[in-house]
């Protein structure tokens, strides 16, 4: 059965794809996005582009910090599930703006939850974080680790998040599910997100910068297979519950870069950098409780997704580095 679906974030790498699927599977899809200058509002514009076309595309540019944007949207249109992805995002430059980051991603999550609240929406899907579980050695990376100890400000938001929606679902009873998403990649992504980076450096013959001695561990999880994990989630919308979505295969991060290399079919050189405060060691995501409730199966290997993200990525022409 089809549903009206309020997404925020829309416009951006992981909502865009989010949209699309819903559209596919004929959802209508209510896109809200503020197209903020994080990086360029034309490549945000262009993840959209061809929605903008389909029947049952519903744009709308706003805030959500905007409470009044959002009791218009509610009041005139019939939303049955917000998907809320809109956030500030990456953990290094969080660093430098943690007001900044706050603001959005807590306050603008307790003003789309207020709307829920308030317009009797019933399920909410919060795009979290792996980040939340800090910097751990033990892996896999389990829901039910404890999330007190994050190591940046971004970290810290999307785990304030959560505790924000765990009071919603107990106070008014909206079935919220978090999603903690575990480095997720692909076309489209970020022109500022590692892999991005790293095959715009090969590309174009310049040295990969490596932040620290490529010992660092990432379960990098193709964007497919998060978007399978999501619209999942939202369909079995029930109480509160948090869900990793991952690939549960960590790589080093010279192994990554090897990889890209791999994949573009070009030497390269890497050049060491410092590494940040604020990054960790290593990811890996338990999908025990995703598997059993979600039915959640990753199905695209490391190898697979860098192929197809290096097939985009050249069909785009996208070789300058942000």
């Known amino acids: ?154 970290a810290a938001t999307k785990s304030a998040g959560e505790l924000l929606c765990n009071s919603f679902n107990q106070i008014f009873g909206i079935n919220i599910s978090c999603l903690r998403y575990f480095t997720v990649y692909g076309p489209r992504q970020r022109p500022g997100m590692a892999i991005h980076r790293f095959c715009s450096m090969i590309m174009q013959g310049k040295p990969v910068s490596m932040y620290g001695d490529g010992s660092s561990e990432r379960d990098y999880t193709y964007i497919d297979d998060i978007v399978d994990g999501t619209l999942l989630a939202l369909d079995k919308c029930a109480g509160f519950e948090i869900f990793n979505l991952g690939n549960h295969q960590g790589i080093r991060l010279d192994e990554l870069i090897e990889g890209i290399g791999r994949s573009c079919g070009l030497e390269y050189s890497i050049e060491r950098q410092p590494e940040h405060s604020g990054d960790v060691s290593k990811t890996c995501a338990c999908l025990e409780k995703s598997r059993a409730r979600l039915g959640y199966e990753p199905k695209v290997s490391i190898a697979e997704g860098l192929d197809r993200f290096v097939n985009w990525f050249t069909s785009q022409n996208q070789t300058s580095i942000c």
């Open 1 to 154: 059965m089809s549903s009206n679906v309020l997404v925020t974030g829309g416009a951006g790498f992981i909502g865009s794809h989010i949209c699309q699927r819903l559209l596919d599977r004929g959802d209508a899809v209510i896109c809200l996005d503020s197209f903020e200058p994080d990086y360029d509002p034309a490549l945000k514009r262009s993840n959209i582009a061809a929605l903008t076309e389909r029947a049952g595309f519903d744009l709308i540019e706003g805030d959500i910090r905007d409470k009044s944007l959002l009791d218009h949207v509610a009041k005139t249109r019939r939303i049955e599930a917000v998907m809320h992805l809109a956030a500030r995002t990456g953990v290094r430059s969080s660093m430098t703006s943690p007001a900044a980051y706050a603001d959005v991603n807590f306050h603008g999550t307790a003003q789309i939850l207020e709307m829920a609240r308030d317009y009797s929406i019933e399920n909410f899907i919060f795009a979290s974080s792996s980040s939340v579980y800090g910097d751990r050695i033990e892996t896999p990376f389990k829901e039910s680790d404890s999330v007190d100890q994050p190591a940046s400000p971004y």
